[in-house]
């Protein structure tokens, strides 16, 4: 059974930084679109950014770009967020995500809805102070 795990979230103050990690189990990364993605209160679930673990190649959402870096880790089985210079709008509920089955074009291209991904993870809570 496959389960994705996320932790490093925390309190933090504007222009700070956190690094989130996921990792996954029941399966070994191949060629699969492992994504982060955040939800704050009242506001819908948003792609942050996406890895497509064979090709590494990313999509990053145009709020976060230049700021946050998503990574993997095979060895591990992990796959990562960075994230820097944080601002107070950042602040959300992230979860890791992962898909199996989706092209790179769709995954790396930015061309996916949240109802793709068929693993999440629980959540780890992100809050930034201003």
């Known amino acids: 059974q496959v389960q994705l795990v996320e932790s490093g979230g925390g309190s933090v103050q504007a222009g700070g930084s956190l690094r989130l990690s996921c990792v996954a189990s029941?399966?070994?990364?191949?060629?699969?679109?492992m994504g982060w993605f955040r939800q704050a209160p009242g506001k819908e679930r948003e792609g942050v950014a996406t890895?497509?673990?064979?090709?590494?190649?990313?999509y990053y959402a145009g709020s976060v770009k230049g700021r946050f870096t998503i990574s993997q880790d095979n060895a591990k089985n992990m796959v990562y967020l960075q994230m820097n210079s944080l601002k107070p709008e950042d602040t959300a509920m992230y979860y890791c995500?992962?898909?199996?089955?989706?092209?790179?074009?769709?995954?790396?291209?930015?061309?996916?809805?949240?109802?793709?991904?068929?693993?999440w993870g629980q959540g780890t809570q992100v809050t930034v102070s201003s």
């Open positions: 995500a992962a898909d199996t089955r989706m092209t790179r074009n769709r995954c790396s291209g930015g061309y996916f809805s949240n109802g793709e991904f068929n693993y």
């Open positions: 029941g399966y070994t990364f191949s060629s699969d679109c």
């Open positions: 890895i497509y673990t064979g090709s590494r190649s990313t």
